[in-house]
Nanobody, 118 residues
Framework: QVRLVESGGGVVLPGGSLRLSCSAS????????MGWYRQAPGKQREFVAAIANGGSTNYTDSAKSRYTMSRDNAKRTVYLQIDSLKPEDTAVYYCAAKGMFASDFNFWGQGTQVTVSS
């Protein structure tokens, strides 16, 4: 059974940084790609970033300047580094994985809350 477990969320001051982690129960090479989504209060869940098996990344336009996604294959973990946090980054951040032959992300973690507030 595939499990994705996020960690690293919390309450942060504006301008601060966070690194979110997502640990998988199986080798992340089993997936075609892994990604991060977020859902802000009162809004729909939105794509943030993704990383392929080869390490190539893509980001939503709003995340390109301050978000960095990376992976550690040996630890079966992907990360999302968020710098210069702003109140509008406040959201529940979800880790996702795309099965090798899936057309979209089909495995999800439970989410981790990020709150940016002074």
């Amino acid at each position: 059974q595939v499990r994705l477990v996020e960690s690293g969320g919390g309450v942060v001051l504006p301008g601060g940084s966070l690194r979110l982690s997502c640990s998988a129960s199986i080798s992340i090479f089993s997936f075609g790609a892994m990604g991060w989504y977020r859902q802000a209060p009162g809004k729909q869940r939105e794509f943030v970033a993704a990383i392929a098996n080869g390490g190539s990344t893509n980001y939503t336009d709003s995340a390109k300047s301050r978000y960095t996604m990376s992976r550690d294959n040996a630890k079966r973990t992907v990360y999302l580094q968020i710098d210069s946090l702003k109140p509008e980054d406040t959201a529940v951040y979800y880790c996702a994985a795309k099965g090798m032959f899936a057309s979209d992300f089909n495995f999800w973690g439970q989410g981790t809350q990020v709150t940016v507030s002074s």
